[in-house]
């Protein structure tokens, strides 16, 4: 069998939670979209759902697969996408978010008495969400119908930032928006958890803090790991190219170690080397990403064998400090791991 394989590591989530309680008397929603940032939503689920209030995702399916395991709230974050999804809504007691208007034509034909709306207000990402002008009057609309509950929540735009002006703003409109309105509110996302504790309000809805790939200096570890192993080495000689375009050429006399993961795999696509480690040292890769492998310079290391394990990144990895060498974000790692790979996961 192929041995590329993801590890998640269950106990470090509800670790992180934990971690995130020391943070925030809110209540919080556990973000489990895209299948859990590409841990798989349903184990995420299984393993937190008696340390969460409620869950959310995007689309109609994963709500309802979500379903299966847990009978806690599960929010869709972008409401629904035509009208008639609300049928599933109603059977199946989704909350769901309204960002525009037209989310709530014919929504009285539907029974919504076991859900929560969402109302989402804009405060300055421009994304989704009301304007202020159409605030107060969706509102009374939407207090006509008949709901388990109505929430009022906006996102932020750059929470990640301490000390943000522009975080700064938005938390100021939505607290101007909604001081005087009676119900629980929701804003802060895991940078908002650790850097801006005045957004926090009611429920707070933590993703990429639950699985680790950010904000480790505030003490949250790492859930994955990202593994595979040498299924060839050849020796080459100074001045052999190795790899597509020819790009790539030995500096010096050295062994080229091949690994079965590529682009395909979800790994984003690169020209200049990006480090991985075999048997606790670090090597870099020779050449572009191929789409199901990599090549590794093992430089003059005879100790490397074929089945020897490589670690793209492993459970005291910082997945933020590797972004960066993939010239992309920590989500981007996570969330585009593709179901080539195998998915194994520790206690
Ligand atoms: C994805 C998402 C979150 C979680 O964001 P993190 O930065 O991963 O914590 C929270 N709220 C909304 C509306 C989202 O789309």
Not at 117 to 129: D, F, P, S, V
Request: net charge negative.
């Amino acid at each position: 069998m192929r041995k590329t394989e993801l590890k998640i590591n269950l106990s470090n989530l509800i670790y992180n939670i934990e971690v995130i309680k020391r943070f925030t008397k809110a209540d919080i929603q556990a973000v489990v979209k895209a299948n859990s940032y590409g841990l798989s939503a349903s184990e995420v689920a299984k393993t937190i759902n008696d340390y969460v209030e409620s869950f959310s995702v995007i689309t109609l399916d994963e709500a309802i697969e979500l379903r299966k395991h847990t009978d806690k709230p599960i929010l869709l974050l972008q409401g629904v996408h035509e009208i008639d999804d609300y049928q599933i809504v109603q059977e199946l007691c989704f909350d769901f978010v309204v960002h525009s208007n037209w989310q709530l034509e014919n929504i009285t034909n539907f029974n919504l008495e076991e859900s929560r709306l969402w109302l989402k207000i804009n405060t300055g990402m421009n994304r989704l969400g009301l304007d202020l002008v159409d605030f107060q009057t969706v509102l009374q609309n939407i207090e006509k119908i008949k709901l388990k509950e109505i929430v009022l929540m906006s996102h932020l735009a750059a929470s990640s930032i301490k000390n943000d002006k522009q975080t700064k703003e938005q938390i100021e409109a939505f607290n101007d928006i909604t001081n005087n309105i009676n119900y629980r509110k929701s804003l802060a996302n895991s940078g908002a958890i650790f850097n801006f504790p005045e957004s926090h309000n009611d429920i707070v809805r933590p993703g990429i803090a639950i699985y680790g790939g950010k904000y480790n200096e505030f003490g949250t570890k790492n859930v994955s790991s990202l593994s595979t192993e040498i299924i060839s080495i050849r020796p080459i000689k100074a001045g052999t190219k190795v790899g597509y375009d020819g790009s790539w050429v030995a500096k010096d006399d050295c062994f080229i170690g091949s690994i079965p993961i590529g682009y395909a795999d979800g790994l984003p696509y690169f020209k200049e080397p990006i480090t991985v480690i075999i048997k606790g040292k670090e090597f870099k890769t020779a050449g572009k990403a191929n789409m199901d492998l990599l090549m590794i310079n093992l430089g003059d290391d005879d100790t490397i064998e074929i089945g020897d394990s490589v670690q793209i990144w492993d459970f005291d990895s910082d997945l933020s400090k590797l972004s960066e060498e993939f010239n992309t974000i920590t989500y981007n790692l996570l969330a585009n791991i593709s179901g080539r790979v195998s998915k194994n996961y520790l206690e």
